[in-house]
């Protein structure tokens, strides 16, 4: 198998074992106290919603000008100031930040500002890890980057709770513990960087400068800027809006149920990142046929996992809340795992869309759609929040109805620019087996055990899939399966 099969499974495998932790994290550990589980959830999204002001698109642009910054041996040149600009935007945020905070007292009144001292260094440290994490995708390698990106913040979720609740710690001492494991990430970057190809710093602007480099780099970055905060602000506006209007605890229930729910995206993450320089590559080259080729197979594959992963999610759900403290208040919030459920299978549906337009000479786009997106979820979060009843599940509709016409749209573009399309019949045959599935657990008798059943339902939405599957041959199993691919995975490069 290629390099982008095995990077890809190494990298969903590490997703799963993060995911078994964070499973298992939400189901025993964090719904004993879903307040404070609810303010780690707070923090974590609204540092990553302010940190693309202080990126400024330079991570994307390590990928996108990395063809011609190493074929003319200044890769290093260019990563280095790249982490210099971050540094440099991050002084000049935190002066914006405050000024504005004093020009507005009423600001002071926020969660976002009582919490600053937890937020603002670790903005400055994700800033960091994103440039290496786009840099070594270049090289084609993701697997040990996920374990900083992925992983490290489940421990670290899981690690902070631990101190607070079980030993007893303050919620100062959990939270340093909390900033710690994001920086133990960023050195890790930096370690396994080094490995890859021997860190030179060089901050020299003579190349960047040579032919009007800076102004391309400054031009699609601050697109990319444009593009990224709107996408961040869409994703992690849901935890802060909750945190801000509804509290603590009801941040905790909707993050429960988005890590629940999470699963079926984590094999589409490595893909992702594994598959930019492709992306890049086919189109510097006009292969408009190879990218449709490569989109659709990847669409339908990630769609069919995702369906699989769903299907199993929902109809086990009331059954695995038995088993979780405070599960009822989960229970009663199930509608949001259906409605978010399908929205990010949607999302998995049209594949890498939103990469092929941003590494295309139309990334412009992608502002105008991001920036819709945000002002769109912003927009339908307030309008539920303060209008209706609805809480959890209006913020579930929300986002799912943002996110949905942004897939549009970018379907919609990119079929009128490249003629690349990501659907196929295929997936409609997979839709049907999914429902059929799905239907058939939900109306197979229940037994007396929770247990019994959280493992027979989704067990037969399993059968039905393998079983449709071996007829229709939608998903490629046995290129998972033979010896050659499951031995090759286990080379760690």
């Given at each position: 198998?290629s390099v ?8 969903s495998?590490i997703g ?12 025993f550990?964090f719904p ?13 999204p ?8 202080v990126?400024?698109?330079l991570?994307?642009s ?12 200044k ?6 100031l790249?982490l ?11 002066a914006?930040y ?17 919490m600053?001292?937890?937020?603002l260094?670790l903005?400055?440290?994700l ?8 840099y070594l995708?270049?090289y ?12 490290l ?5 899981l ?6 609740f079980?030993?007893?710690f303050?919620?100062?001492a ?8 994001f ?7 930096v ?7 021997k ?7 003579d190349?960047?400068?040579?032919d ?16 990224n905060?709107?996408n961040?602000?869409?994703v ?24 629940i729910?999470?699963l079926?995206?984590v094999?589409?993450m ?21 990218l449709d ?5 990847t669409?339908?594959s ?6 699989v992963?769903l299907?199993?999610?929902?109809v ?14 989960l ?10 459920g ?24 992608n ?6 997106l ?16 609805l809480?959890?599940?209006g ?9 949905t ?8 573009f990119?079929?009128?620019k490249?003629r ?24 197979l ?21 393998f079983?449709?599957n071996?007829f ?6 046995g290129d998972y399966?033979?010896r050659r691919?499951l ?7």
């Open positions: 198998m982008v099969a095995r990077q890809g499974f190494k990298y495998l799963y074992f993060g995911f078994l932790i964070g499973t298992f994290s939400s189901i550990i004993r106290d879903m307040e404070f589980y609810g303010k780690l959830r707070y923090v974590l609204t540092a990553e919603m302010l940190l693309p002001v990126v400024f698109g991570s994307f390590n990928v996108k000008f990395f063809n011609k910054t190493s074929q003319d041996g890769q290093q040149n260019f990563l280095s790249s210099a600009g971050v540094l440099i935007n991050f002084i000049l945020f935190i914006g405050f000024a504005v905070n004093l020009l507005f007292p009423q600001l002071q009144q926020t969660e976002m500002w009582q600053k001292r937890l937020i260094p903005i400055l440290v800033a960091f890890s994103a440039i290496f994490n786009k995708s270049n084609k390698r993701i697997v040990v980057p996920n374990i900083f990106e992925n992983l913040p489940k421990l670290a979720n690690g902070a709770f631990s101190l607070f079980f030993l007893g303050p919620e100062k959990a939270y340093l513990f909390f900033i710690g494991m920086v133990v990430g960023l050195i890790g970057y370690i396994y960087t080094n490995r890859l190809e860190i030179k710093p060089d901050f020299s602007t190349y960047v400068r040579k009007g480099l800076w102004r391309d780099v400054l031009n699609y970055s601050f697109y990319g800027f444009l593009g905060i709107g961040f602000v869409a992690r506006i849901d935890s802060v809006m909750i945190g801000e209007f509804l509290g603590f605890e009801p941040n905790g229930v909707y993050n429960t149920l988005y890590a729910i999470s079926i995206t094999p589409a490595g893909l992702y990142n594994i598959s930019a320089p492709i992306i890049n590559k086919n189109i510097i080259e006009n292969d408009f046929e190879e080729r490569f989109h659709k197979k669409s339908l990630l769609f069919f996992l995702g369906l992963l299907s199993c999610i929902l086990g759900f009331p059954y695995l809340t038995a088993f979780m403290k405070n599960g009822d208040l229970r009663q919030a199930e509608p949001v795992i259906w409605v978010l399908f929205a990010l299978l949607f999302d998995l549906a049209t594949g890498f869309n939103g990469h092929i337009i941003s590494l295309s000479k139309f990334y412009r786009f502002i105008v759609v991001m920036l819709f945000a002002g769109t979820t912003v927009a339908l979060n307030i309008y539920f929040l303060r209008h209706t009843n809480q959890l599940f913020v579930a509709i929300a986002t799912s109805i943002s996110l016409l942004f897939n549009i749209a970018k379907i919609a990119n079929y009128y490249f690349v399309f990501p659907l196929s019949a295929e997936m409609m045959y997979a839709a049907i087996i999914g429902t059929l599935g799905m239907t058939v657990a939900i109306i008798p229940d037994f007396n055990s929770n247990l019994v059943n959280l493992i027979y339902k989704p067990g037969v939405v399993l059968l039905l899939f079983i449709g071996h229709l041959n939608i998903f490629p199993v399966l033979n691919f031995s090759s995975i286990f080379k760690f490069k």
